[in-house]
């Protein structure tokens, strides 16, 4: 009976993170198109201040092996949503393809293995990405990746015209990913299934949040101590 239980759990266990995977690869789709908006569009520019977190909640949960796929699926759908309009700089060449696809795998498995070493660290992520603008530089984005998203903004042209368009990468990159750490140390700070009614019973991407929440939750407290003295 305890091995048909245990079973039953590995099982259920096994299928719920099948489903986180899922539902990010999904984010990532998502994350993509916003990329492509907010370029396409200066009313839409304000997306890519909050477009990157599925890359960074892939570096700060998923394996390295899978950080290294889903980054390429980020970079592909962005290529792919690039094709579909021509209001960006990114052309359609296998060139293009192959960079966009490769560059961010690669940062998302650097960034997932670094996660592992020393922790989540927005800021050394936010530096990590100036390496993704100069790696996309054979692409000949004027002002790059991010910076490109806010061509039109103008204090974000002061400040490109200052410091350069890595600078404004830079700032981007960090917000997003600084924005997963507030969420996160606000989620462990307060349980949020605690203040909702007993008889509620959140639903879809919701039910997935809190998961996610309650999963970092007993990561930190089942971390081990060291032994007393």
């Known amino acids: 009976m305890r091995q048909h239980l245990s079973r039953t759990g590995d099982r259920l266990t096994a299928i719920d993170r099948q489903m986180r995977l899922v539902l990010l690869a999904g984010w990532l789709v998502i994350s993509g198109f916003l990329i492509t908006a907010a370029e396409s569009s200066t009313n839409l520019s304000i997306l890519a201040w909050v477009s990157l977190l599925p890359i960074f909640i892939t570096i700060r949960y998923a394996s390295p092996r899978v950080a290294l796929i889903y980054g ?4 592909f759908c962005l290529y792919l949503f690039s094709s579909a309009t021509d209001q960006t700089a990114i052309t359609t060449t296998i060139k293009s393809l192959g960079l966009l696809t490769a560059v961010p795998a690669i940062y998302a498995f650097l960034g997932a293995r670094l996660t592992r070493r020393v922790g989540y ?11 993704v603008e100069l790696a996309l530089q054979p692409l000949a984005l004027r002002q790059g990746l991010l910076a490109g998203t806010q061509a039109d903004a103008g204090l974000m042209r002061i400040i490109g015209g200052l410091f350069g368009y890595v600078f404004i990468a830079f ?21 949020i299934s605690d203040l909702l009614p007993i008889s509620y019973q959140p639903c879809g991407w919701i039910s997935q949040v809190l998961a996610l929440g309650n999963a970092v939750t007993f990561a930190q407290s089942t971390r081990p101590r060291a032994p007393p003295r």
């Open 171 to 191: 700032l981007i990159a960090f917000v997003n990913a600084q924005l997963l750490s507030l969420v996160e140390n606000v989620r462990i700070s307060i349980n």
């Open 72 to 75: 390429a699926l980020w970079g």
């Open 121 to 131: 660290a927005p800021l050394i992520l936010a530096v990590g990405w100036i390496a």
